[in-house]
């Protein structure tokens, strides 16, 4: 418990608060003699036993991050509320007489994970949560914690529930001879994934994306902070790891505090700040405190300012809004209760420097290109103030397809558009900001497994493929991507080994309802081609917004891919419609090489001229960026000279 007789800073009592307005609409489901909260929504593909358990758990995380904060006489009847409430919970839920019982820990059981994150916030809050049980009480509940012994567990992240489960039972005089061993071999199995830079993959789910935030570094962070002092050089290294981690992560925040949507379990939102007040909390971060405050806050009251309850008032599945079909079948009703880790902060005391001094501009307020090598990914600020991730290390691995491989798979990942899902997601592919193929038997692939080729401040590259094995459906890829303002350029050298259909899709354009979208082409001579020809695709909102897709070379036949009304299945990430400009190819096996620019942002963005274009470089012209000229080996002569003219301006 930390106190101050000072009065508590504004910044500290504003995130108190946040947590108490999560708290408030739980604490009206707690019904007495009930050990789970009926929260609303629809069920995960595990057992009823693990949702139950996961309303529980997730919520006691949000209650232990605020009830070890500092008292406050206002607070004073919801906190005895709300400690009561999980302490009796946990007696009946641990009893395997009582009908409230979860049951045991299984091998590869989500129990698992919940019951690690149930060890950690007992020990954040024991004055309120363990302390006050009876001695039969917590002994019945040390019992229950220990049926995680000996069970299977995913060789990624989860390794670390067993090390945080059994280093509690050992804190509480509960150990068995071969728990250490367990957690040294465990702590051992989870460093072979760090990749270096601070950067893990996420073992069997080869990926890199929020996870290294919502769990790597959480629970890295959280055993330093809670047991280092068992093994001070295994601690100092994560503590290491994190400060190199801090320094890239803090370039994933917009101006506005938002980060991209990238990765799975996006419908945690906010999760990903834990790292930074674990890292201040361990010393394991050079960035000012004050423009971490920023980050942080700016980031949490972006979701809590969004549509994102539901009609109990308790978080809903989505990101900047409730949108059920963004969840995966491993997502449960509290699914989204995992950001209350991101309430790391209060453990910082109210006198700690993020709480009093001033504040500085977040990365993206200056400008920026942040290159990470370890995890094959660029970021970069537009000049609005949005913030792009540009991957090219990122796998799609077998094991992440069921979730949508197009959660990894693009071009870019921008806040303020994102992207698009398709379903069923195991066998559809989104176009936006992406390279797709369709084969004769009318199925879709998009990007798969990749290696990152180039990483460096001004473009990057990466080798990849379409297909998959049944059938032997093979596509080879080189894709080089360049960047200028709010555009891209990318270059793709496809192979195909058999006919394909080649889809380019431009930037997703969300749109709020109401928001009214147009889409405009721009056609080809009609005296050199087919009026189904365009040389740029341009979709604009109401609001403001324009997507922008210009082909370089010979018109394409044009798509459009769009929900403009609610008589379709929704599938944008972070509003009900959307417009995504589309390049369609004819069906060719023969290799063929792709060059477009596209552009998400502010409306009336004109279009780019070429200048001049030679194997290896390209000439371009803009009315607001003026020249841009590209030196790479991955860049053609294109087939005819443009006319100055023709992509100079907006129409």
Not at 28 to 34: D, I, S, T
Not at 123 to 133: H, T
Not at 157 to 186: C, P, Q, Y
Not at 424 to 442: C, H, K, M, Y
Request: aromatic share 12%; charged share 20%.
């Amino acid at each position: 418990m930390t106190s101050s007789p000072l009065p508590l800073p504004a910044a500290y009592r504003h995130w108190q608060d946040a947590a108490r307005r999560l708290l408030e609409p739980l604490a009206a489901l707690m019904a007495p003699g009930r050990a789970d909260l009926p929260i609303a929504g629809q069920p995960s593909d595990h057992d009823a036993q693990a949702d139950r358990l996961e309303s529980f758990a997730r919520p006691l995380v949000l209650a232990a991050f605020w009830l070890q904060s500092a008292p406050r006489p206002e607070d004073a009847a919801l906190r005895e509320q709300v400690a009561a409430w999980f302490r009796a919970g946990l007696a009946l839920g641990t009893d395997p007489a009582s009908p409230q019982y979860w049951g045991p820990d299984a091998s590869y059981h989500q129990h698992h994970v919940e019951m690690g994150l149930m060890a950690i916030a007992l020990q954040l809050a024991p004055r309120d949560l363990w302390k006050p049980l009876p001695s039969e009480v917590r002994a019945q509940v040390l019992r229950w914690f220990a049926t995680c012994r000996g069970g299977g567990i995913v060789n990624n992240n989860h390794l670390f529930m067993s090390v945080h489960i059994l280093e509690f039972l050992g804190k509480e005089g509960a150990a068995h001879r071969t728990d250490r061993a367990v957690i040294k071999a465990h702590l051992n199995q989870l460093e072979t994934m760090h990749r270096g830079g601070g950067w893990f993959e996420d073992g069997i789910n080869q990926a890199y994306d929020h996870y290294n935030a919502y769990a790597f570094h959480f629970y890295g962070l959280m055993w330093a902070h809670l047991h280092g002092a068992s093994d001070i050089t295994r601690a100092q290294r994560w503590r290491d790891w994190a400060r190199l981690f801090v320094a890239d992560y803090a370039h994933f925040f917009a101006a506005s505090g938002e980060h991209p949507a990238f990765g799975r379990s996006i419908t945690y939102r906010f999760n990903g700040l834990n790292v930074f007040g674990l890292a201040l909390a361990e010393n394991g971060t050079d960035l000012a405190p004050g423009m971490l405050r920023r980050l942080c806050t700016r980031n949490l009251d972006f979701f809590l300012s969004r549509p994102i309850f539901t009609a109990q008032g308790a978080l809903g599945p989505g990101f900047t809004d409730i949108f059920p079909k963004i969840i995966e079948p491993y997502s449960a009703p509290a699914s989204p209760y995992w950001a209350a880790k991101g309430f790391t902060p209060l453990l910082l005391p109210s006198e700690h420097p993020f709480w009093n001094e001033p504040e500085q501009p977040l990365p993206a307020e200056r400008g920026f290109v942040r290159v990470m090598p370890a995890p094959g990914l660029v970021t970069r600020s537009t000049p609005d103030g949005e913030v792009e991730i540009l991957n090219a290390g990122s796998m799609v691995g077998n094991t992440q397809l069921r979730y949508g491989a197009w959660k990894w798979s693009k071009l870019s990942y921008r806040t303020g558009v994102h992207f698009t899902y398709a379903f069923p997601e195991i066998s559809n592919v989104s176009f936006d900001s992406a390279l797709t193929q369709q084969l004769d038997d009318g199925r879709l692939f998009g990007r798969h497994s990749t290696v990152a080729v180039e990483l460096d401040a001004d473009h990057l590259g990466y080798s990849w493929n379409m297909g998959f094995k049944t059938g032997q459906v093979n596509t080879s890829v080189e894709t080089f991507v360049f960047w200028r303002a709010g555009w891209l350029l990318h270059v793709h050298h496809v192979a195909p080994r058999q006919p394909v259909v080649l889809r380019l899709g431009g930037f997703a354009l969300p749109a709020a309802a109401g928001d009214a979208l147009a889409a405009t082409p721009i056609l080809a001579p009609a005296d050199q081609h087919p009026h189904d020809h365009a040389t740029a695709l341009i979709g604009r909102s109401t609001s403001g917004r324009e997507t922008i897709l210009q082909h370089l070379g010979a018109p394409l036949a044009f798509e459009w891919d769009a929900r403009t009304d609610d008589t379709t299945e929704r599938r944008h990430v972070a509003a009900p419609h959307h417009l995504t400009p589309v390049f369609r190819t004819a069906r060719s096996a023969e290799p063929r090489l792709l060059l477009a620019l596209s552009y998400a942002g502010p409306a009336r963005e004109p279009l780019w001229s070429v200048k001049h274009t030679a194997p290896g470089q390209l000439h371009l012209w803009h009315p607001a960026h003026g020249d841009w000229r590209l030196a790479h080996w991955s860049l053609p002569a294109l087939p005819r000279p443009l006319d100055d003219t023709t992509h100079r301006t907006f129409p």
